[in-house]
């Protein structure tokens, strides 16, 4: 029960690894708020969570990143963890790609994660709190046919290391989880581009199965809690050793 008196928000919690991590989070004791555009899949993640409180919108409005974070508060008083899990992929020749898949793919995974870090942060000094973003070996390694997704995975990195370095002198702790394949819908609509070139994609592509999202759930309820104290500014692999060599 490490999250015992911790209210936790999830972005992403209709599907996938945002699920699973509100289902483990409740698990040990914390109160979850959780955070999707797909109402239905997030009424289902509250359900199967015994009932949390939620609220439905489209993470690439700044204005709804403040809301969902002030709603949040407003709803439990406080709040001790933000995870930016919210995410989309696309694969296309980068030639291919045009400014308004680009910029969507922008501002669902590199500018919502800016902005609730934004919004939460003042909450989360009063609370001793952290942040966990859910970056991708994607934003540790170039990859062929997916330079958005990767720009934008990049961009989280970058966003999880200099945070910890602003708020080194506080209590403030902020990391990224970066897996590779993980077995949710992400994964499963994910299509190559005709004519892609497979042995570009053979260094990422792994010798072993999928991870499953309960997976980072159980390496996201360590990180978040008091037991990694000395955790800030990390990069975590959960990538089967896809960048390993
Ligand atoms: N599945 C993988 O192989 C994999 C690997 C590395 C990193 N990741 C990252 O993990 C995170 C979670 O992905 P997942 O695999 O669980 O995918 P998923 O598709 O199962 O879940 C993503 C959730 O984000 C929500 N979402 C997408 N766009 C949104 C928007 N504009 N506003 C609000 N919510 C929005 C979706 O509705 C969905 O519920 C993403 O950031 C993804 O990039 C996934």
């Known amino acids: 029960m490490r999250y015992e008196n911790k209210v936790v928000l999830v972005t992403g919690a209709g599907s996938g690894i945002g699920r699973e991590i509100v289902l483990r989070l409740t698990s040990e004791g914390a109160t979850v708020f959780g955070h999707d555009r797909d109402a239905e899949r997030l009424a289902e993640t509250s359900a199967m969570a015994g009932g949390i409180e939620t609220r439905v919108g489209d993470v690439t ?10 709603a949040c508060v407003a709803a439990h008083g406080r709040l ?21 898949q680009y910029r969507q793919m922008m501002a669902v995974n590199t500018d919502a994660a800016f ?21 991708s070996n994607a934003g540790v390694m170039g990859q062929a046919y997916t330079v958005a997704y990767c720009t934008s995975k990049g961009a989280v990195v970058q966003l999880t ?23 949710t819908n992400l994964i499963k609509g994910f299509q190559f581009p005709t004519g892609a070139d497979f042995s570009l994609m053979q260094p990422y592509m792994g ?6 999202a309960s997976e980072i759930a159980g390496l996201f309820a360590y990180i978040a809690s008091d037991e990694a104290r000395s955790m800030t500014g990390a990069i975590i692999n959960v990538d089967n050793g896809v960048t390993a060599g």
Do not use: Y
């Open 207 to 212: 010798h072993r199965p999928l991870s499953e």
């Open 161 to 183: 290391r200099a945070l910890a370095m602003e708020f080194i002198k506080t209590k403030l702790r902020v990391n990224a989880i970066a897996p590779s394949g993980v077995n």
């Open 61 to 70: 409005s700044p204005e709804e990143c403040k809301e969902a974070v002030a």
């Open 115 to 135: 902005f609730f870090c934004q919004a939460a942060i003042p909450h989360l000094l009063e609370t001793d709190g952290n942040i966990v973003n859910i970056a």
């Open 80 to 100: 001790d963890v933000l995870g930016n899990v919210a995410g989309i992929a696309r694969s296309e020749h980068f030639l291919d790609v045009t400014v308004e």
